[in-house]
């Protein structure tokens, strides 16, 4: 997977979907190619109202002086029964070569944002961690792989938004930091 987090740095995520649903299709048929062409760019207006709320609130509200953001996915895998974006706020450009950077955000969203489309992938989750799936070799790269292209889906989500709001909002101009939670390795930088 040294590859995908390679194409994700260089900010390639449609060659890194691509790939991994490649890699995914070779896999035996489980629940989790349902992931395989399916993305999230119909919450694009969506994450735009959430991006421009959490904004306003953290420089209006809160008179932080925003220069990066991280758009964190929650623990999703172990959490199948919503899965959600939490957005983070900080006042200096954060330090790539060290992932402490993380815990000293400035401020945090109050409220999450709901990703809608993937609820058969959350029931997947849910019934491979209560089957203990993870022992079978096969499913558990296919497992593995579908994590990797939800991640890889919320950063092309985030990218495209971004691309979209660039000079109609303030938080598009800034760098936006994109993971999940306990995924750092797989972080994605749009600018």
């Given at each position: 997977?040294?590859?995908?987090?390679?194409?994700?740095?260089?900010?390639?995520?449609?060659?890194?979907?691509?790939?991994?649903?490649?890699?995914?299709?070779?896999?035996?048929?489980?629940?989790?190619?349902?992931?395989?062409?399916?993305?999230?760019?119909?919450?694009?207006?969506?994450?735009?109202?959430?991006?421009?709320?959490?904004?306003?609130?953290?420089?209006?509200?809160?008179?932080?002086?925003?220069?990066?953001?991280?758009v964190e996915m929650n623990s999703f895998?172990?959490?199948?029964?919503?899965?959600?974006?939490?957005?983070?706020?900080?006042?200096?450009?954060?330090?790539?070569?060290?992932?402490?950077?993380?815990?000293?955000?400035?401020?945090?969203?109050?409220?999450?944002?709901?990703?809608?489309?993937?609820?058969?992938?959350?029931?997947?989750?849910?019934?491979?961690?209560?089957?203990?799936?993870?022992?079978?070799?096969?499913?558990?790269?296919a497992c593995e792989l579908h994590e990797?292209?939800?991640?890889?889906?919320?950063?092309?989500?985030?990218?495209?938004?971004?691309?979209?709001?660039?000079?109609?909002?303030?938080?598009?101009?800034?760098?936006?930091?994109?993971?999940?939670?306990?995924?750092?390795?797989?972080?994605?930088?749009?600018?």
């Amino acid at each position: 997977m040294e590859q995908i987090q390679e194409l994700i740095q260089a900010g390639k995520i449609g060659e890194a979907i691509r790939e991994t649903e490649a890699k995914l299709k070779q896999l035996p048929s489980s629940d989790f190619q349902q992931v395989i062409g399916k993305d999230l760019l119909h919450l694009q207006p969506a994450l735009t109202q959430f991006l421009d709320y959490f904004y306003e609130a953290m420089t209006v509200e809160e008179e932080l002086e925003i220069k990066a953001m991280y758009v964190e996915m929650n623990s999703f895998t172990t959490q199948y029964e919503r899965w959600f974006l939490h957005a983070l706020a900080y006042e200096s450009i954060p330090r790539l070569g060290d992932l402490s950077w993380l815990t000293d955000f400035s401020g945090e969203s109050e409220k999450t944002f709901t990703i809608t489309g993937y609820e058969a992938l959350q029931k997947a989750n849910e019934k491979y961690m209560k089957s203990e799936g993870y022992r079978d070799d096969q499913l558990r790269q296919a497992c593995e792989l579908h994590e990797y292209l939800v991640i890889l889906r919320v950063q092309e989500l985030v990218k495209h938004t971004l691309t979209a709001n660039k000079g109609k909002a303030a938080w598009a101009d800034v760098p936006v930091f994109v993971s999940a939670h306990d995924y750092e390795d797989l972080m994605l930088i749009v600018q």
